[in-house]
């Protein structure tokens, strides 16, 4: 499944834009300050490339105010939530749950599968299956 959220490479302009000497040269602070400014504000994805032009003006017709905004709101956050010691995500870590429902698609024979039935299709395969009973005819 690709999917993109459109909204992401504005609000990281945004913060390129702002340069905070709270985050100057920091990355891992950058990247904080990117995502917790994508929680502040509307996901907005596209998987076609008609749909991510479509965001795209949306954004750049209504939205970037919002995002000036909603970057100012995650550096305050940040300043007075500042984390102790970050530790980063890897590639692998974020790759890892896209791989893993791609494999128990396979495993499972269910293309479509998605995360929330999961529990509901396992459930239905570890299910005892109800015991024969002979007929006594």
Known sequence: MLVRNTIEEFVIEQVQQQEDPLIK?????T?????????LLPPL???????????????????????AT?????????????PK?????????????????LRLRQLLDKPDLTWKEL?????KKSAPAAPVIPSTR
């Open 25 to 29: 040269g920091d990355k891992l602070l």
């Open 31 to 39: 990247n904080e300050l990117v995502v917790t400014t994508l929680n």
């Open 45 to 67: 994805y596209a998987c076609t490339e008609r749909g991510w032009i479509q965001q795209r003006t949306r954004i750049q017709t209504t939205m970037l105010e919002q995002i």
């Open 70 to 82: 909603a970057v100012e709101l995650a550096k305050a956050q940040l300043k007075n939530n500042r």
């Open 85 to 101: 010691f970050p530790i980063p995500l890897t590639p692998h870590e974020i790759r890892r749950s896209e791989h893993s429902l």
């Open 119 to 123: 529990p509901e299709i396992l459930e």
